[in-house]
Nanobody
Framework: QVQLVESGGGLVQPGGSLRLSCAAS????????MRWYRQAPGKEAELVAL????????IFADSVKGRFTVSRDNAKNTVYLQMNSLKPEDTAVYYC????????WGQGTQVTVSS
């Protein structure tokens, strides 16, 4: 079955960096686009980034353009979200997502940006 496992979150000071990972299994990873979403407390989930199967990336959230990048390693069945120059407003639970027939989600990883 499809499984997504995020990791790499944590507490970081403003201006710091984190790299989130999402390890995928249960489907042919290289054939599918992968998405990163985030949900801050009291807010709706927001699509942050998309990376297609042919490595075309799109950052959707205007607030993170120029600071976040998305990449994938098909040999490791893993998608990454590199987050630089983090701000307190980036605090959220970050989820990866894949659409294989239906939507599949990981359990999420908490990112807290605070001094």
């Amino acid at each position: 079955q499809v499984q997504l496992v995020e990791s790499g979150g944590g507490l970081v000071q403003p201006g710091g960096s984190l790299r989130l990972s999402c390890a995928a299994s249960g489907f042919t990873f290289s054939m599918y686009a992968m998405r990163w979403y985030r949900q801050a407390p009291g807010k709706e989930a927001e699509l942050v980034a998309l990376l297609t199967s042919d490595f075309v990336s799109t950052i959707f959230a205007d607030s993170v353009k120029g600071r976040f990048t998305v990449s994938r390693d098909n040999a490791k069945n893993t998608v990454y979200l590199q987050m630089n120059s983090l701000k307190p407003e980036d605090t959220a639970v970050y989820y990866c997502n894949v659409r294989v027939g239906g939507d599949y989600w990981g359990q999420g990883t908490q990112v807290t940006v605070s001094s």
